[in-house]
């Protein structure tokens, strides 16, 4: 079992910036992949960055250019930082951790939320 717990939530106003950080522990493979999904009120729940243990990120588009994931691969946390927020980027903000082979599972943190007043 992995346990994700999630920090750095909160309300900004457009054009700020907020901070998320995950920490993992438990069985955590080796190889894996860390991300940050978000769910916005009445929306399914969307990848926002992911990063591999060899760094490789993704993004989604609508973040590109704000948004940057980074992880510390020695002390299994991964940050997410989010500058030039707006308002569409209020959502609960989850991480979520992939584990690959030989381990496997993919594993969730409970959530923060992250609100952007107009």
């Known amino acids: 079992q992995v346990q994700l717990v999630e920090s750095g939530g909160g309300l900004v106003q457009t054009g700020g910036s907020l901070r998320l950080s995950c920490a993992a522990s438990?069985?955590?493979?080796?190889?894996?992949?860390m991300a940050w999904y978000r769910q916005a009120p009445g929306k399914q729940r969307e990848l926002v960055a992911t990063?591999?243990?060899?760094?490789?990120?993704n993004y989604a588009d609508s973040v590109k250019g704000r948004f940057t994931i980074s992880r510390a691969n020695v002390k299994n946390t991964v940050d997410l930082q989010m500058n030039m927020l707006k308002p569409e980027d209020s959502a609960v903000y989850y991480c979520?951790?992939?584990?690959?082979?030989?381990?496997?599972?993919?594993?969730w943190g409970q959530g923060t939320q992250v609100t952007v007043s107009s």
């Open positions: 438990g069985s955590i493979s080796t190889n894996n992949a």
């Open positions: 990063i591999t243990t060899g760094r490789v990120t």
């Open positions: 979520n951790l992939r584990n690959w082979f030989p381990m496997s599972g993919d594993y």
